[in-house]
Nanobody, 119 residues
Framework: QEHLVESGGGLVQAGGSLRLSCAVS????????MDWYRQTPGKQRELVAR???????TYADSVNDRFTISRDNAKNMVYLKMDSLKPEDTAVYYCNTDPVIIINGRNYWGQGTQVTVSS
């Protein structure tokens, strides 16, 4: 059973925009925070944006003022609007709850969605 399903990635030119979506299964909908992470080959997963239960948002310095995280609690969805994209934003993007979902003692991650920004 998939508990996190990310979508919306793709290939975009530098300066362009994408909107990522994440569907969270009802069993794991978070009453706390929701996060977006990204990962590139050989590097650790990086937290890029967080939204808490009150709607307060925080961002990594590298994406501040370009990315916007939002959530729709009624639909169990979280979104990441990405503007002014740069080649260094190229990564696989994942969502998760805060704290991350743990199943059988291990952190659970969805399949992610690939974002590729061409120069």
């Amino acid at each position: 059973q998939e508990h996190l399903v990310e979508s919306g990635g793709g290939l975009v030119q530098a300066g362009g925009s994408l909107r990522l979506s994440c569907a969270v299964s009802g069993a794991f909908r978070s009453v706390n925070g929701m996060d977006w992470y990204r990962q590139t080959p050989g590097k650790q997963r990086e937290l890029v944006a967080r939204i808490n239960s009150s709607g307060r948002t925080t961002y990594a310095d590298s994406v501040n003022d370009r990315f916007t995280i939002s959530r729709d609690n009624a639909k169990n969805m979280v979104y990441l609007k990405m503007d002014s994209l740069k080649p260094e934003d190229t990564a696989v993007y994942y969502c998760n709850t805060d704290p991350v979902i743990i199943i059988n003692g291990r952190n659970y991650w969805g399949q992610g969605t690939q974002v590729t920004v061409s120069s």
